[in-house]
Nanobody
Framework: QVQVVESGGDLVQPGGSLRLTCRWS????????LGWYRRAPGKQRELVAT???????SYADNVKGRFIISRDVVENTLYLQMSTLKPEDTAVYYC??????????????WGRGTQVSVSA
C-alpha cells in the first residue's frame, strides 16, 4: 500500500504564486508516474500536469507557462510550482502516484487533496 499526502494549499491573490507538495510513503516495486489533478466546485476532475518515469512532463493547455511540475524521488516528493495564478485556478488539487507492484500490476493511489483559492 502507498499513502499520499498533499500540502501547501492556501488563499492567494490573483497573480500570486504558490507551491504544492505531495509526499508518499509505503511499499511498491517501482514508480510509473506522478501527477497533479484538480477539481473545481461543480466540475469534473481534470489533469493539471504529469511526469513519467523518464522525467518527461506534460501540462494542460490552460496552465502551460504558469505551472511547473517537478519531482524528488529520493525524498519521495512531488511539487507543483504555480505562478500568475488566476481565479479559475481555484480548486482542490490532488496528487496521483502510479506504481508497479511485485507482480507487475499497475496501481494508482490518490491523496485527499489540498485547497487552492485564488481571490482578491
Amino acid at each position: 500500500q502507498v499513502q499520499v499526502v498533499e500540502s501547501g494549499g492556501d488563499l492567494v491573490q490573483p497573480g500570486g504564486s504558490l507551491r504544492l507538495t505531495c509526499r508518499w510513503s509505503g511499499t511498491f516495486f517501482s514508480m510509473f508516474s506522478l501527477g497533479w489533478y484538480r477539481r473545481a466546485p461543480g466540475k469534473q476532475r481534470e489533469l493539471v500536469a504529469t511526469v513519467n518515469s523518464l522525467g518527461t512532463t506534460s501540462y494542460a493547455d490552460n496552465v502551460k507557462g504558469r505551472f511547473i511540475i517537478s519531482r524528488d524521488v529520493v525524498e519521495n516528493t512531488l511539487y507543483l510550482q504555480m505562478s500568475t495564478l488566476k481565479p479559475e485556478d481555484t480548486a482542490v488539487y490532488y496528487c496521483d502516484v502510479v506504481v508497479y507492484n511485485e507482480l507487475g500490476d499497475r496501481k494508482t493511489f490518490w491523496g485527499r487533496g489540498t485547497q487552492v483559492s485564488v481571490s482578491a
